[in-house]
């Protein structure tokens, strides 16, 4: 099976810095892209970061200039550096991955179990 294991997250202040991790695991053929969502309680899921295999990457325009997202190809991880947090950052953070496992030939779409990211004013 495969699974996505996060790590990270916790409580700081506005201004503050977090990092979240995410390891993909088990039996896995390729991860063409890899991303973090959010979501905060009564608001739908969004997309805040995202990266290819080949380092290609993309933000939402409210995390532009203040998240950065990477990833370790040979050890199928991924982080996500949150620098200046805002209060409205507020939010469970998911990881996700479009993984072609040893069943398919295609790719389908993995969650993470979520960590919870607060950030107080």
């Known amino acids: 099976q495969v699974q996505l294991v996060e790590s990270g997250g916790g409580l700081v202040q506005a201004g503050g810095s977090l990092r979240l991790s995410c390891a993909a695991s088990g039996s896995i053929v390729s991860i063409k892209t890899m991303a973090w969502y959010r979501q905060a309680p009564g608001k739908q899921r969004e997309l805040v970061a995202s990266v290819t295999n080949v380092g290609s990457t993309n933000y939402a325009d409210s995390v532009k200039g203040r998240f950065s997202i990477s990833r370790v190809n040979a050890n199928n991880t991924m982080s996500l550096q949150m620098n200046s947090l805002k209060p409205e950052d507020t939010a469970v953070y998911y990881c996700?991955?479009?993984?072609?496992?040893?069943?398919?030939?295609?790719?389908?779409?993995?969650w993470g179990q979520g960590a919870q990211v607060t950030v107080s004013s």
């Open positions: 996700y991955a479009a993984i072609v496992a040893t069943t398919s030939i295609h790719d389908y779409p993995y």
